[in-house]
T-cell receptor, first 112, second 117 residues
Framework: KQEVTQIPAALSVPEGENLVLNCSFT??????LQWFRQDPGKGLTSLLL?????REQTSGRLNASLDKSSGRSTLYIAASQPGDSATYLC???????????FGPGTRLSVLP | EPEVTQTPSHQVTQMGQEVILRCVPI?????FYWYRQILGQKVEFLVS????????KSEIFDDQFSVERPDGSNFTLKIRSTKLEDSAMYFC???????????????FGPGTRLTVT
């Protein structure tokens, strides 16, 4: 059964820093992995989806990578801004089911 | 830009009552999902739905839960007899292909906060 963890649980950085959020999964038979942003009390905004055949995806200041062999994905945020403050969730889907298994999230605070 | 919508945004109900949470998925999407998030906990999968039937469900999705696509646009989650532990944020999601396939990005609605008293 797929399990997803995220480290760190919380991160606070000054504005302008580049940062990396980590996501680990237990089952390397992962089919795809999706990164989301969640603002307090709000829904989930999709950021990036990486298929198992891909190594990385980029959207603006965001870059997500996927390494199936090590069971890891990273989300790189360049030149962080206070508006990036939110909880970032990764979710992996394996070959055995349709649902995404979510990690607990990393709560990011970008200080002005 | 197309988006998933959910109503109501907040539902308060008494224990033992039935509730129906409503979702309007993105119009050309074929796969529909319900997830829930208990306050302070992970987002958990409940059920996926395709071609007018449940394609997968989790252990959480017991006989108290049911889903329906009553018409071409709505997708509903019914909880027959709510319990205190059903209090959570319920998210609907949709994708245009099976999540395993090319594309397969899941788009989430804003959620319905269910409070059972």
């Amino acid at each position: 059964k797929q399990e997803v963890t995220q480290i760190p649980a919380a991160l606070s950085v000054p504005e302008g820093e580049n940062l990396v959020l980590n996501c680990s999964f237990t089952d390397s038979a992962i089919y795809n992995l999706q990164w989301f942003r969640q603002d307090p009390g709000k829904g989930l905004t999709s950021l990036l989806l990486i298929q198992s055949s891909q190594r990385e995806q980029t959207s603006g200041r965001l870059n997500a990578s996927l390494d199936k062999s090590s069971g890891r994905s990273t989300l790189y945020i360049a030149a962080s801004q206070p508006g990036d403050s939110a909880t970032y969730l990764c979710a992996g889907r394996d070959n055995y089911g349709q649902n995404f298994v979510f990690g607990p999230g990393t709560r990011l605070s970008v200080l002005p | 830009e197309p988006e998933v919508t959910q109503t109501p945004s907040h539902q308060v109900t008494q224990m033992g009552q039935e509730v129906i949470l409503r979702c309007v998925p993105i119009s050309n999407h074929l796969y529909f999902y319900w997830y829930r998030q208990i306050l302070g906990q992970k987002v958990e999968f409940l059920v996926s739905f395709y071609n007018n039937e449940i394609s997968e469900k989790s252990e959480i999705f017991d006989d108290q839960f049911s889903v329906e696509r009553p018409d071409g646009s709505n997708f509903t989650l019914k909880i027959r007899s709510t319990k205190l532990e059903d209090s959570a944020m319920y998210f609907c999601a949709s994708s245009d292909v099976r999540a395993a396939g090319t594309g397969g990005e899941q788009y989430f609605g804003p959620g319905t906060r269910l409070t059972v008293t």
